[in-house]
Nanobody, 120 residues
Framework: QVQLVELGGGLVQAGGSLRLSCAAS????????RGWFRQAPGKQRELVAA???????NYADSVKGRFTISRDVAKNTVSLQMNSLKPEDTAVYYC??????????????WGQGTQVTVSS
C-alpha cells in the first residue's frame, strides 16, 4: 500500500515563502515521476511542478522563477520550495507519484492535500 503524506502547508503573507514536503511509503518503482498539483476553489486541479524519473523538471508558467521542485531519493521525498508567494497561489496542494512499470501497468498515487493560503 503506497501512501503519500504532505507537510508544510499554512498561512503566509504575500511575498513570503513556504516549503512543502511529500513523504512516500510503500512499494514504489524506482523510475517514478513526482509532482505537485493544486486546486483552488471553483477551479480545476492543475500542475504546479513536476520532476521526472530522469531528473528533468517542468513548471507551470505562473510559478516559474518562484517555485523549485526537488527530490531526495534516499529519503523518498519530493519537496516544493515556494518563494514570492501571491494570493493567487492559494489552493490545496497535492503530491502525486506516477509511473509505468512493465508487467504491472500504470500506477498513479495522490496525497491527501495540504492547504496553502496567501494573504494580501
Amino acid at each position: 500500500q503506497v501512501q503519500l503524506v504532505e507537510l508544510g502547508g499554512g498561512l503566509v503573507q504575500a511575498g513570503g515563502s513556504l516549503r512543502l514536503s511529500c513523504a512516500a511509503s510503500g512499494s514504489i518503482f524506482s523510475a517514478n515521476n513526482r509532482g505537485w498539483f493544486r486546486q483552488a476553489p471553483g477551479k480545476q486541479r492543475e500542475l504546479v511542478a513536476a520532476i521526472f524519473s530522469g531528473g528533468t523538471t517542468n513548471y507551470a508558467d505562473s510559478v516559474k522563477g518562484r517555485f523549485t521542485i526537488s527530490r531526495d531519493v534516499a529519503k523518498n521525498t519530493v519537496s516544493l520550495q515556494m518563494n514570492s508567494l501571491k494570493p493567487e497561489d492559494t489552493a490545496v496542494y497535492y503530491c502525486r507519484v506516477w509511473y509505468y512499470q512493465s508487467g504491472r501497468g500504470p500506477k498513479d498515487y495522490w496525497g491527501q492535500g495540504t492547504q496553502v493560503t496567501v494573504s494580501s
